[in-house]
């Protein structure tokens, strides 16, 4: 395999992942919403989700578009694991930049 098609496949990935981490944001974004449109309205009588204000659609929009958000996450893992198992020396290799990543987010990169 030459160096080429070494770096366009991980250019693949990088975009795969970009793609991936845009629509995780998103989602964290609408769960967000949902979760303070959720903290702002009082408990309605029978337990119903909806509130005239919100309208009957707008639980089901959100549904819609986390059903939308789940189908291409599914497929863009599925492309990634593809990829991996193709190239498995290249996918150990992102594997652990991720993971040095995701540990310097969670542990703050060292600022304290």
Same mark, same amino acid.
């Given at each position: 395999m030459t160096e080429r098609t070494r770096? #366009? $496949?991980?250019? =693949?990935? #990088?975009?795969? @992942?970009? *793609?991936?981490? $845009? $629509? @995780?944001?998103?989602l964290a974004t609408g769960m967000k919403k949902f979760a303070e449109t959720r903290a702002a309205k009082p408990p309605t009588e029978g337990g119903h989700e909806a509130t005239e204000q919100e309208g009957?659609? =707008? *639980?089901?929009?959100?549904?819609? /578009?986390?059903?939308? =958000?789940? /189908?291409? *996450? $599914? #497929?863009?893992? #599925? /492309?990634?694991?593809?990829? @991996?198992?193709?190239?498995?020396? =290249?996918? *150990?290799?992102?594997?652990f930049v991720l993971g040095l990543i995701i540990a310097r987010l969670w542990c703050g990169g060292g600022k304290r």
């Open positions: 770096e #366009k $496949e991980l250019e =693949a990935l #990088k975009a795969g @992942i970009a *793609s991936l981490r $845009e $629509e @995780i944001a998103a009957p659609g =707008a *639980s089901t929009d959100f549904q819609h /578009t986390l059903d939308e =958000a789940w /189908t291409q *996450s $599914e #497929k863009v893992v #599925k /492309t990634l694991a593809a990829e @991996i198992e193709r190239h498995p020396l =290249a996918g *150990s290799l992102v594997a």
